[in-house]
């Protein structure tokens, strides 16, 4: 169980259980919404831009475990960053669930985001990890609708 | 052909008891691990595994008998033609059907209610008329009659159920009128479990010269299928769930509606004579069948009724529901499980959910401990919107399962609810 328990760590059950920033943003001037038709999971990220830099994030729908605490802790990774910064820890995080397990973490500005590196031990996974960041990307670009299929 | 004709006799003699461990060693699959643990195979109504007779039979064709069929003098083409046919025959004895060109091989039950779709009800349904489909259809049986209503302006009416699962044929009675041109049900949900009461159904429609098509896409390989005794007009199922390769499948018609149908796909092998003026079409079956078929999968699918056939099909359903009953009874005792689907009759489907763990999150833990059930909304997102939940976590049964596998999804459920916890 020790690649499970890598998965579903006691963080990541913790946001899991209590979403951060799970609510309708009111005063958001960006928001797109977030569809995987495989599994149903479904989301929508609210934004509120101000020159150019995430004043305030949220995010609400349904999902599991994995899609919840991710886009849990992205609203928290993004309060504050600049659009660029935002777009440069998508990719980084992108990068890290698409890796192969057995090798190092690539220097990165992920913090405590890495907890989601378990998740490449489990493919079929990864896009439960970045749906919140694909929509989020979507929010930022002013899409309205993504859908990981 | 010697080794088949060895191991069909080997499971011959009828057994006092289901003897599921010699059963388990007809099915190459299942001798593996996952994750270091025995694979434990719940996942049967999404596809069942194939016996290593069904296996042969494929291969000895591939290397003593492919041709293309129906068009050739040559040896081959003779030897893979009467396989294909001799398949078709075992597919009438199996559902008896009147004649065998009742039963035109399709690549599945979705292939099969599709060609109803456009053979039957392009032609015959037009704008005003209705058609009855169930709460608890698979997408199948839904998406099809939807965008047959779209293109003619008919209207899609649904029989509704009742929180066990159970369609309230009192709503169905109120819904069936003149306007009624089709009712499509499915004969086992494969969401729920639901075992529906089909020849009734079918009954009912016919008072209003209704023509009834049967989903037995989960009930082929789970109750014997008399299409006769049900008096259904067309029956659909896959060859995949049933124990045969993926590709192969059959809908059953009654002759004459067959006969005044539309043609499905247009080509090779489904015609009398073509000019550029006008092409005649061929007698059944072949005037369903264009292009070159899935001839090995459906000579598989041959194979696999023999196979049922040889290991007794009432004492396999005897045992699947004494799976089930086991099943319902062990994760019924597990606090915050709750069993979606609880109709009386019932055959091989388990949906579940646990109270705060999304399906996925339970698929992936079952995974992790060798266990294969499906997560999800079994394209069933209808049923999953009455009972309002997302998706169910569901393990369906096959006569190849055993009591210490169910053991293992209900220890390991148990897991994930003390991870989750």
Known sequence: MSELSELYQQVILDHNKKPRNFRKLEGANHSAEGYNPLCGDHLTVYLQLEDDAVKDVSFEGSGCAISKAAASMMTQAVKGKTKPEVEQLFQEFHTMVMGDPEEELAPNQLGNLTIFAGVREFPVRVKCATLSWHTMHAALNNQELVSTE | ?421
């Open chain 2, 1 to 421: 052909m010697a080794t088949i004709e060895k191991s069909l006799t080997q499971v011959k003699e009828p057994a006092a008891t289901w003897d599921v461990e010699r059963i388990r060693a007809d099915f190459p699959v299942l001798r593996q691990t996952v994750n270091g643990k025995p694979l434990v195979y719940l996942d049967n109504a999404a596809s069942s595994q194939v016996p290593q007779v069904v296996i042969e039979r494929g291969s000895m064709y591939l290397e003593q008998e492919h041709s293309n069929i129906h068009r050739g003098v040559h040896y081959l083409s003779q030897k893979a033609t009467t396989a294909y046919e001799g398949a078709r025959e075992t597919v009438k004895r199996f559902i008896n059907a009147r004649e065998s060109k009742e039963c035109i091989f399709v690549r599945g039950a979705t292939e099969g209610i599709n060609l109803v779709m456009n053979g039957y009800g392009r032609k015959f349904i037009g704008a005003g008329d209705e058609i009855i489909i169930s709460a608890m259809e698979h997408h199948a049986n839904i998406v099809p009659w939807q965008m047959l209503c779209e293109e003619k302006g008919a209207r899609l009416r649904v029989i509704p159920m009742n929180d066990a699962g159970e369609l309230l044929l009192d709503e169905y009675d109120a819904l069936l009128n003149e306007r009624t041109k089709l009712v499509a049900v499915t004969h086992v949900s494969n969401a729920l479990g639901t075992i529906n009461p089909v020849k009734d159904i079918i009954e009912r429609a016919h008072k209003y010269g209704v023509p009834v098509v049967i989903d037995g896409a989960q009930s082929a390989p789970h109750m014997p299928v008399d299409v006769q005794d049900l008096d259904c007009d067309f029956y659909a199922f896959s060859g995949h769930k049933i124990f045969a390769p993926t590709g192969s499948g059959v809908i059953y018609g009654k002759a004459a509606l067959l006969e005044k149908m539309n043609p499905f796909q247009g080509g090779g092998d489904m015609i009398k004579s073509v000019t550029f003026e006008k092409t005649t079409f061929a007698d059944l079956p072949n005037k369903f069948e264009a292009g070159t078929p899935a001839i090995a999968s459906q000579i598989g699918l041959g194979a696999a009724i023999d196979y049922l056939n040889t290991i007794g099909r009432e004492q396999a359903a005897l045992h699947e529901h004494e799976l089930l009953r086991y099943a319902t009874e062990r994760l019924s005792k597990i606090e915050g499980v709750r069993i979606i689907g609880t109709a009386r009759e019932k055959a091989s489907v388990l949906s579940f959910v646990i109270d705060e763990v999304h399906p996925h999150d339970i698929g992936t833990i079952l995974d992790q401990e060798g266990i294969a059930i499906r997560a999800g909304h079994h394209c069933a997102q209808p049923v999953m919107q009455r009972f309002n939940i997302p998706a169910t976590a569901r393990a369906s049964f096959a006569f190849y399962n055993t009591k210490e596998e169910v053991d293992a999804l209900a220890n390991t459920i148990e897991k994930v609810i003390e991870i989750f916890s």
